[in-house]
């Protein structure tokens, strides 16, 4: 059994502390002292002296043992360390006069995480690490039980275009969790827009407990007028002292987030687990008298809330992300995941290791998912898409998942393009050579493919012919034995030979819809063409791209089509219905990314701001 203490009230509003060995009475003035000496000297701070910590945790330690040595009998009795802090009546206690009230609200503001006994903080020992959890909301309803498949993550980053936000490496924290996951791989969703309402539809669009965990990473704040009232539209009002998260709005700008906006985005219908990996999502605000993100997120209905404490190095939270998906994925309890990311948070030296908090409620949330060997475990479709996007040596010529960065506008536009509600049939994506117009049509791949799994992925990247196209899709969907059939009928022409095939792989028994990648487009552009600027296409390559188009739109089709291309006039393409994207230059916070990875590889001394010139957001020729 895990250790659990109680901090109660009665009657006469003085505070108690139970335990399995009896309860005593605690002085509201300790209390309170204690409150504010912590904030005095932990949440005012951007870093620690380990003194200090040492000190705090060492208070703590002694004041929860007491002269009765509860906390060392417990440690030396438990067979679970884990320290359960039952917050549930002080947290909920209505009625109190202000000061009781900021005391009963201040005990989840208590550091526990420090806990010390002397002879080290008791979540750095190795062999029995101790986690203090908050319970701060009873609930007795059932939860799903263990799942025998992979791990469910819906991730979503945050990352808007203004400049008194700064930008944090997302992308980073993203590859991290798959490359931690790579030989117990979860299902990674990604919510692309950074946006509530499109994080709303998508939770939509999934059946109820689909997803196990919600990731939401980028900038906490706690919300004042004085210092946020100018992220605030004049429509809205905020009280002081709320927790937000920043999150985008449709075009990308800021938007401030509550627990209640959030709530209305899962209707009640959280994932298990919530991960909110920004800056203050753990802190309960005001000097400990309004409940944090975490703690309110709970309140509200999920299960299990992580949140850091105070402002957190965007490497400390990228490597508790990692530690924490790669334990959870592996059939490990939610709180041995939290544990092994304390422990790798100090095995890597992190000096804000101690800011992680977890809050829950009272149910019994342990493992979400079964390790990757257990018997007629479900499998995980995973067929990435980099390896089809070859140069002319044959050569993957595309960023891979842990390669790509930036490109979150385009990104976002496509992604929309591409949805199944979307107006469009696809998109076409063009801009100079080296800008990555290929790496962005593999990263939708890995979108779409991501958020629907039945679909199937082609890509062509020689010049357009109606032999090799046909070839092609009959060869993806050869094990339909009609589907080569309909591609090869000599009496339909080729407009309608595509829309029986469309609507034939997206018939109910197969559902198996298409995502058509036509890549370096312009090799259907005669030289000559490019020479004139007229850049007229092939006869033959427009005949085809104007039937694929056609067959889509007339079809009313699920499947999509993405066509990369150097160049671009719309006078030159077939009617169409795609959404049509123009590259440009990296922005400067993208290209700094790109050029910290590179650096590491770098062993001689370099002009950095020479290479960075010369490459002119370009990231090809930036590597």
């Given at each position: 059994m895990p250790l659990t203490f109680t901090f109660a009230l009665t009657q006469q509003q003085t505070f108690e502390l139970r335990c399995d060995y009896g309860s005593r009475s605690l002085n509201q003035a300790e209390l309170s002292k204690l409150i504010d000496e912590c904030e005095q000297n932990y949440y005012s701070h951007e870093s620690d002296r380990p003194s200090l910590l040492l000190q705090i945790g060492r208070q703590l330690y002694q004041w929860i043992d007491g002269k009765q040595g509860w906390l060392r009998r417990a440690l030396d009795e438990a067979e679970e360390q884990t320290i359960y802090l039952d917050l549930i009546q002080t947290s909920e206690a209505q009625g109190l006069n202000p000061e009781t009230q900021r005391v009963a609200l201040g005990l989840a503001h208590l550091p526990w995480e420090l806990l010390h006994d002397g002879t080290g903080f008791l979540l750095e020992l190795q062999d029995i690490a101790v986690l203090p959890v908050r319970s701060v909301q009873q609930r007795n309803t059932n939860v799903a039980g263990v799942q025998n498949r992979p791990l469910r993550l819906l991730f979503m980053a945050t990352s808007p275009e203004d400049p008194r936000v700064s930008v944090l490496d997302y992308e980073r924290e993203e590859t991290n969790i798959l490359q931690a996951t790579k030989d117990q791989p979860l299902a990674l969703i990604v919510e692309?827009?950074?946006?509530?309402?499109?994080?709303?539809?998508?939770?939509?669009?999934?059946?109820?407990?689909?997803?196990?965990?919600?990731?939401?990473?980028?900038?906490?704040?706690?919300?004042?007028?004085?210092?946020?009232?100018?992220?605030?539209?004049?429509?809205?009002?905020?009280?002081?002292?709320?927790?937000?998260?920043?999150?985008?709005?449709?075009?990308?700008?800021?938007?401030?987030?509550?627990?209640?906006?959030?709530?209305?985005?899962?209707?009640?219908?959280?994932?298990?687990?919530?991960?909110?990996?920004?800056?203050?999502?753990?802190?309960?605000?005001?000097?400990?008298?309004?409940?944090?993100?975490?703690?309110?997120?709970?309140?509200?209905?999920?299960?299990?809330?992580?949140?850091?404490?105070?402002?957190?190095?965007?490497?400390?939270?990228?490597?508790?992300?990692?530690?924490?998906?790669?334990?959870?994925?592996?059939?490990?309890?939610?709180e041995g995941a939290v544990k092994a990311a304390q422990q790798e948070m100090i095995a890597q030296k992190c000096s804000d290791w101690h800011l992680l908090r977890i809050y829950r409620d009272t149910r019994q949330i342990e493992q979400l998912v079964t390790p990757l060997r257990t018997k007629k475990r479900e499998k995980l479709k995973s067929t990435q898409p980099e390896s089809e996007f070859l140069d002319e040596n044959n050569i993957v010529k595309v960023a891979s998942r842990s390669e790509f960065v930036g490109r979150r506008r385009p990104l976002q536009r496509c992604l929309q393009a591409l949805r199944e509600t979307s107006d469009n049939i696809g998109v076409f994506i063009a801009g100079m050579g080296g800008l990555g117009k290929s790496s962005l049509a593999a990263r939708l791949c890995t979108r779409v493919e991501a958020q629907r799994q039945n679909f199937e992925r082609v890509v062509l990247i020689e010049p357009l012919d109606e032999v090799g196209l046909l070839n092609k899709l009959s060869r993806k969907f050869e094990r339909f034995a009609d589907v080569p059939a309909l591609l090869n009928e000599p009496k339909v022409s080729l407009k309608g030979r595509l829309q029986n095939f469309f609507e034939r792989i997206e018939a109910e028994e197969i559902d198996s819809p298409l995502l058509l990648v036509l890549d370096d487009f312009e090799q259907n552009i005669p030289k000559a063409n490019i020479e004139d600027n007229s850049l007229r296409m092939t006869t033959e390559a427009y005949r085809i791209l104007e039937a694929i188009c056609a067959a889509l739109e007339e079809n009313g089709a699920e499947s999509r089509l993405i066509v990369t291309c150097r160049y671009l006039k719309e006078d030159t393409l077939p009617p169409h219905q795609l959404h049509l994207e123009s590259l440009a230059a990296m922005n400067s916070a993208d290209v700094d990314k790109i050029y910290r990875e590179l650096d590491k590889e770098v062993k001689q001394q370099v002009d950095e701001q020479r290479i960075i010139k010369i490459a002119d957001g370009n990231p090809r020729l930036l590597r």
């Open positions: 692309e827009s950074g946006s509530v309402q499109e994080l709303t539809n998508l939770v939509k669009s999934y059946e109820e407990d689909y997803f196990d965990v919600f990731h939401l990473t980028g900038h906490g704040i706690i919300y004042t007028q004085e210092d946020f009232g100018g992220l605030l539209p004049k429509s809205r009002k905020i009280k002081d002292y709320t927790p937000c998260f920043i999150t985008e709005d449709e075009v990308g700008k800021v938007q401030l987030t509550t627990v209640e906006d959030l709530a209305k985005a899962f209707r009640g219908r959280f994932p298990q687990v919530i991960f909110l990996s920004g800056c203050h999502t753990g802190q309960v605000a005001n000097r400990g008298t309004v409940p944090s993100m975490a703690q309110a997120l709970v309140k509200m209905g999920a299960g299990v809330v992580l949140g850091w404490a105070r402002p957190v190095y965007d490497r400390t939270g990228i490597i508790a992300a990692q530690a924490f998906y790669q334990a959870l994925a592996t059939g490990e309890t939610v």
